[in-house]
Structure formats: structure tokens, C-alpha cells
T-cell receptor
């Protein structure tokens, strides 16, 4: 089954304790992206990757890191989480984006993170 | 840099029509539309690849005016199942989303 898998789905942590949210897709997609969703603010892009070893900042990258060592994986790293990073996070992937865009963005089920 | 959507919220009765607008300040290759139910991930509705293109999905259709960088989503004879938050997304080098339009369909 074609899917985007995120883990963990729910996490409560404390300020400053490093954490990683994993994201994996099995569709051989080139494009992957992380979004955070907060009430009234829609989906804001954190980082995105056009392909392996190619990553770029989105609109709200502060406090986050990513890597794309393999095509299928795109982990989101919070080196020193703070309470303002409490949010619902979505990973998504697409075959490709841009002038040759052919279709939809597939989303993971979301990871709800609480930083105390 | 996010696309701007309007209205922010709309309440309809079953069977009524609605239009949701999306405007971008930067050139787009395509426009995507998604619907998100409460507590779930967004779900793809349609993509418009060419300027002026109109696509349909059941009684939901959309248009894309490439010159104005504007797209509109048309919901005709709305059903209860149409309730949710609708997002437009513009594709340039990356996919950024509008802030969403919350649509509520009442019986």
C-alpha cells in the first residue's frame, strides 16, 4: 500500500530534550516536505527536499533541522525543543514539484507534539 | 509567501453553493486543492496544471487564472460530507499552503 509513515504519532517531551520525528514514504517520490499546523495559521512549511541530499528552508525553519540521505526518508529533528514548537506536524511527499508537477501531495497521518 | 484564501469561513445549508478563492503573489506552475476533516490529514481534491484550466470532481470544480495567479474552488449543491477546511496550495519550487477556509454544511 502506498503510504507516508510518521513516527511517533503522539509525543510529550520537555524543553531542551532533542527529538526526531521520522518520515518514510514507499512511493519513490522525489519531493518531501514537513509542515506544522497551528489553529488559524493553516499549514506552514518548515523544510522541503526536492531530492536526495537537496534540502531547503520553508517559511518557518527556525529551531528545526532535516536531512535527506535516502530517497524514502526525511526525518525532522528538533535539537532543543521549546514550548512554541508544540504543534501538529505533517510529513508529505509527491512524485515531483514545479513545472513538471504531475500530481498530488500525499500526507502522513500527523504527529502531535507537546513541549512542556 | 503563503497564498491568501477568502473567505476564512463559510456556513451553508445543504444544497447551497459556495466559492472559495485563492490568490498568490508569486508565479505558480500549478494549483492544488485539498480538504481536511477535523483530526485528519489533508486529502487531495484536484490539481490545475495550466492557466485557465478547469477541473471537476463530483460537484466540486476549480479554475486557475494564470495571469492573475488566482484560483477558485466551486462547490455546487453542497452535501454534509463537504464540511471541512479547504486549502489551496501553489506549486512553484515548493508547495506552500493558504491559511484555509473552514466550510460548514448544515442540514
Amino acid at each position: 500500500e502506498a503510504q507516508v509513515t510518521q513516527n511517533p504519532r503522539y509525543l510529550i517531551t520537555v524543553t531542551g530534550k532533542k527529538l526526531t520525528v521520522t518520515c518514510s514514504q514507499n512511493m519513490n517520490h522525489e519531493y518531501m516536505s514537513w509542515y506544522r499546523q497551528d489553529p488559524g495559521l493553516g499549514l506552514r512549511q518548515i523544510y522541503y527536499s526536492m531530492n536526495v541530499e537537496v534540502t531547503d528552508k520553508g517559511d518557518v525553519p527556525e529551531g528545526y533541522k532535516v536531512s535527506r540521505k535516502e530517497k524514502r526518508n526525511f526525518p525532522l529533528i528538533l535539537e532543543s525543543p521549546s514550548p512554541n514548537q508544540t504543534s501538529l506536524y505533517f510529513c508529505a511527499s509527491s512524485l515531483r514539484i514545479g513545472a513538471s508537477s504531475t500530481g498530488e501531495l500525499f500526507f502522513g497521518e500527523g504527529s502531535r507534539l507537546t513541549v512542556l | 509567501q503563503q497564498p491568501v484564501q477568502s473567505p476564512q469561513a463559510v456556513i451553508l445549508r445543504e444544497g447551497e453553493d459556495a466559492v472559495i478563492n485563492c490568490s498568490s503573489s508569486k508565479a505558480l506552475y500549478s494549483v492544488h486543492w485539498y480538504r481536511q476533516k477535523h483530526g485528519e490529514a489533508p486529502v487531495f481534491l484536484m490539481i490545475l496544471l495550466k492557466g485557465g484550466e478547469q477541473k471537476g470532481h463530483d460537484k466540486i470544480s476549480a479554475s486557475f487564472n494564470e495571469k492573475k495567479q488566482q484560483s477558485s474552488l466551486y462547490l455546487t449543491a453542497s452535501q454534509l460530507s463537504y464540511s471541512g477546511t479547504y486549502f489551496c496550495s501553489g506549486s512553484a519550487r515548493q508547495l506552500t499552503f493558504g491559511s484555509g477556509t473552514q466550510l460548514t454544511v448544515l442540514p
